[in-house]
């Protein structure tokens, strides 16, 4: 019998070493502002990303001009306005915002860089809803029983679903940089978070009687902002200022102050705008059932991932970026 080298099969083939597995690693930061290094959860076979523009989303449901969302219905889009809602009211934030405001002749309100209702990052969205729910709670305070506000809202992030949505509550959503335009003199400017370029867009129209927007002190009189230095401090001169109440919970309103113009007759805040009662509690942001199903979601439900002429004199705004990351 000749002899061979080689080994005959299973006899004693080496034993495979231990497979290593490359889990992938994000960063997660939670609502007191840490960041956490954990494991990336599998990827489900329920929500797979689409390419939207030809573009493969990495964040959320699908990608639309480097801006991710999360797929939502309009049904659940009026769910999560009932939840915010509560949310809202329930905040003692809600009750003390009637107390600051200061009373003013509002013909309309104009609301820039807002954010989308579909906001891939969880905080980004929430915030978006609490942001919405103060808006609706100045909106009830300054109409009263005779008295309709437009709102004029704008956005470049906003999606078809968002634009449906805040048309249905009976705002009026426009194409950046269309808004602008609306701003007068009687205007109330709701822009929370947004870009200094968005405030020099809006002093090209008018000087609003009212502006809720970031701290003029914190962020107009950064050093690195000096050829805008005098037309800020001029601006800041003309404005008198009241810190806007903060959640208890989260910073969907940090460095936010209620800014109205010294020209303006009972401009003490507060002054015509009592503080509200229980019952004016209940009254406040009240979801008409026209506007939304009175079903109570689950807050997982609300809070999951997959789940706006001027005169032709007048200068033309430019397109900017609205809200700051």
């Given at each position: 019998?000749?002899?061979?080298?080689?080994?005959?099969?299973?006899?004693?083939?080496?034993?495979?070493?231990?497979?290593?597995v490359h889990s992938k690693r994000q960063e997660?930061?939670?609502?007191?502002?840490?960041?956490?290094?954990?494991?990336?959860?599998?990827?489900?076979?329920?929500?797979?990303?689409?390419?939207?523009?030809?573009?493969?989303?990495?964040?959320?449901?699908?990608?639309?001009?480097?801006?991710?969302?999360?797929?939502?219905?309009?049904?659940?889009?009026?769910?999560?306005?009932?939840?915010?809602?509560?949310?809202?009211?329930?905040?003692?934030?809600?009750?003390?915002?009637?107390?600051?405001?200061?009373?003013?002749?509002?013909?309309?309100?104009?609301?820039?860089?807002?954010?989308?209702?579909?906001?891939?990052?969880?905080?980004?969205?929430?915030?978006?809803?609490?942001?919405?729910?103060?808006?609706?709670?100045?909106?009830?305070?300054?109409?009263?029983?005779?008295?309709?506000?437009?709102?004029?809202?704008?956005?470049?992030?906003?999606?078809?679903?968002?634009?449906?949505?805040?048309?249905?509550?009976?705002?009026?959503?426009?194409?950046?940089?269309?808004?602008?335009?609306?701003?007068?003199?009687?205007?109330?400017?709701?822009?929370?978070?947004?870009?200094?370029?968005?405030?020099?867009?809006?002093?090209?129209?008018?000087?609003?009687?009212?502006?809720?927007?970031?701290?003029?002190?914190?962020?107009?009189?950064?050093?690195?902002?000096?050829?805008?230095?005098?037309?800020?401090?001029?601006?800041?001169?003309?404005?008198?200022?009241?810190?806007?109440?903060?959640?208890?919970?989260?910073?969907?309103?940090?460095?936010?102050?209620?800014?109205?113009?010294?020209?303006?007759?009972?401009?003490?805040?507060?002054?015509?705008?009592?503080?509200?009662?229980?019952?004016?509690?209940?009254?406040?942001?009240?979801?008409?059932?026209?506007?939304?199903?009175?079903?109570?979601?689950?807050?997982?439900?609300?809070?999951?991932?997959?789940?706006?002429?001027?005169?032709?004199?007048?200068?033309?705004?430019?397109?900017?970026?609205?809200?700051?990351?």
């Amino acid at each position: 019998m000749p002899h061979t080298n080689r080994k005959k099969k299973g006899a004693s083939a080496a034993k495979p070493g231990p497979k290593i597995v490359h889990s992938k690693r994000q960063e997660i930061e939670d609502s007191d502002g840490w960041t956490h290094v954990v494991n990336a959860r599998p990827r489900s076979n329920t929500h797979q990303h689409e390419k939207v523009d030809g573009v493969q989303s990495h964040v959320g449901d699908f990608e639309k001009s480097g801006f991710s969302y999360v797929t939502r219905t309009l049904g659940e889009t009026e769910h999560d306005l009932w939840y915010f809602t509560k949310m809202w009211q329930d905040d003692s934030a809600s009750i003390k915002l009637g107390t600051v405001l200061p009373s003013a002749d509002i013909k309309n309100i104009v609301c820039l860089g807002l954010g989308s209702l579909q906001n891939a990052r969880r905080e980004g969205r929430r915030d978006t809803w609490y942001q919405l729910c103060a808006l609706r709670s100045i909106l009830e305070l300054y109409e009263g029983k005779d008295k309709k506000l437009e709102v004029i809202l704008q956005d470049p992030v906003f999606s078809d679903l968002d634009k449906q949505f805040l048309t249905s509550l009976g705002y009026t959503v426009v194409d950046d940089p269309a808004a602008f335009q609306h701003v007068t003199g009687d205007s109330l400017v709701y822009a929370i978070h947004c870009y200094n370029d968005v405030f020099k867009q809006i002093v090209k129209f008018a000087k609003p009687a009212m502006m809720i927007r970031n701290k003029l002190d914190d962020l107009d009189l950064n050093p690195t902002l000096k050829d805008d230095a005098a037309a800020l401090q001029e601006l800041i001169q003309e404005y008198e200022g009241q810190d806007f109440p903060q959640l208890q919970n989260y910073h969907s309103f940090s460095d936010t102050k209620i800014y109205w113009r010294k020209d303006l007759a009972n401009t003490q805040a507060g002054s015509e705008i009592p503080s509200l009662s229980a019952s004016d509690h209940e009254r406040i942001l009240e979801i008409k059932s026209e506007e939304v199903v009175d079903t109570k979601p689950a807050e997982t439900q609300a809070m999951s991932g997959s789940t706006i002429q001027a005169e032709s004199r007048q200068p033309q705004a430019e397109e900017v970026t609205q809200k700051q990351d």
